[in-house]
C-alpha cells in the first residue's frame, strides 16, 4: 500500500513535466516575403498591429495590420534616427510593457576576434516615434551602456515575483546570460553596471537572437540560432526556477525546421496558437507559426 501511495505521489508531481515534454508544438505553416526592411531583426505585436524592425539604410520600424492570413502594410514608418544621423542602426529587441518605460536594444561587434561589441540600450518615447517618425523632438529619452552584458543585448518585459522587470540576452558561443534589470533605474542610467539596475540572472544556451514572454505560462521563450546566423530554434524557459537556479531550467525545445536561415524575432499575435517569426533573410522573411499547448 505505501509503495503504491508513493508510486501514485511520484506520478502527480512528475505530471507537469510530461506536459511540457511534448507540449508547446511549433508548425510553420506559411511563408512570405516583406520588403524594404533590410534585414529583418525583430517583431513585435502591440495594441493589435504588427512592428516589424530592420536595419535597411538606417535602423527603422515599420507598422502592420494582419489581414487574412498575411500581413499588410499600413504606410506607417518610423525611422531610427536623430537629425538625419543614424543612431538605432542594428535593432535588437523592443520592450514594452502597459506605461512602464520603453526601450530599444542595439548590438554591433566591433571586433569579432577579440569578441567586444558596442551594446546600447536606448529609452524611447514610442508615441512620440509614431507621430515624428524619427527620434527627433525630444523621442531619445537616454542612451544606456550595457556595459553588464557579455556579447549583445535585445530587451523584452518579463514578469517576477509579481513587478515587472526588463530581461536582455547574450548572441555568443558561451557564457551567456540572461539578465533582469529594474526599469525604473535603468531609465535613468548612463550604463547597467551602475548600482541598482541589475536585479538578478541566469547563464542560458548560445545564439540568442530575441526574446518572448509568455505571462500564462511563466515561460520566456528564448528565439535562438543552432549554430551562428544559421537554423532554427526556439527554448521555453521555465523563468522562476531558471532565477533561483541561476541556469536556464528548458521544458521544451523545438527545433524540427527545415529552414538553414538565420531566425532573428518571435511573436505572438492576438492568441498563443498563433505567431510570426521572422528572418534576416531578403525573401520568405515572415513566416506564420501555428502553436499547439
Known amino acids: 500500500m505505501r509503495f503504491l501511495l508513493l508510486l501514485l505521489l511520484t506520478g502527480l508531481s512528475a505530471a507537469p513535466v510530461a ?6 508544438d511549433m508548425t510553420l505553416t506559411r511563408s512570405f516575403t516583406v520588403d524594404s526592411l ?6 513585435s505585436w ?5 512592428y516589424l524592425y530592420g536595419d535597411r539604410e538606417v535602423g527603422m520600424v515599420r507598422e502592420f495590420e494582419w489581414k487574412g492570413d498575411s500581413l499588410q502594410y499600413t504606410g506607417h514608418e518610423y525611422k531610427l534616427t536623430l537629425n538625419d544621423t543614424d543612431v538605432i542602426g542594428h535593432p535588437t529587441g523592443l520592450a514594452v510593457h502597459g506605461k512602464l518605460p520603453i526601450f530599444m536594444g542595439s548590438s554591433v561587434v566591433l571586433n569579432k576576434a577579440l569578441n567586444t561589441w558596442r551594446t546600447t540600450i536606448y529609452c524611447i518615447n514610442w508615441a512620440g516615434l509614431q507621430k515624428t517618425g524619427t527620434l527627433d523632438n525630444g523621442n531619445l529619452l537616454n542612451v544606456i551602456d550595457d556595459d553588464a552584458c557579455i556579447q549583445g543585448t535585445r530587451p523584452e ?4 515575483n509579481h513587478k515587472w522587470y526588463v530581461a536582455t540576452a547574450d548572441y555568443g558561443n558561451k557564457a551567456n ?8 533605474a ?3 542610467a548612463h550604463k547597467t553596471s551602475e548600482k541598482g539596475v541589475l536585479y538578478k540572472k541566469f ?6 537572437q530575441n526574446m518572448q514572454w509568455i505571462p500564462e505560462k511563466g515561460l520566456l521563450v528564448l528565439i535562438q540560432n ?17 532565477l533561483e537556479s541561476g541556469k536556464a531550467e528548458v521544458v521544451k525545445v523545438v527545433d524540427n525546421f527545415d529552414r538553414g536561415d538565420e531566425l532573428e524575432g518571435f511573436h505572438f499575435l492576438s492568441s498563443l496558437s498563433q505567431g510570426i517569426a521572422v528572418t534576416s533573410s531578403r525573401r520568405q522573411n515572415v513566416n506564420v507559426m501555428d502553436i499547439s499547448w
Open 46 to 50: 502591440l495594441n493589435g498591429k504588427a
Open 203 to 208: 547563464t542560458c544556451g548560445p545564439w540568442v
Open 157 to 160: 518585459y518579463v514578469e517576477y
Open 186 to 188: 535603468l531609465e535613468h
Open 177 to 184: 546570460e540572461v539578465r533582469l534589470y529594474d526599469p525604473a
Open 38 to 43: 533590410g534585414a529583418c531583426q525583430g517583431v
Open 19 to 24: 506536459l511540457y515534454q511534448d507540449k508547446p
Open 226 to 242: 543552432q549554430i551562428e546566423g544559421r537554423k532554427w530554434q526556439f527554448s521555453f524557459v521555465d523563468l522562476k526556477k531558471s
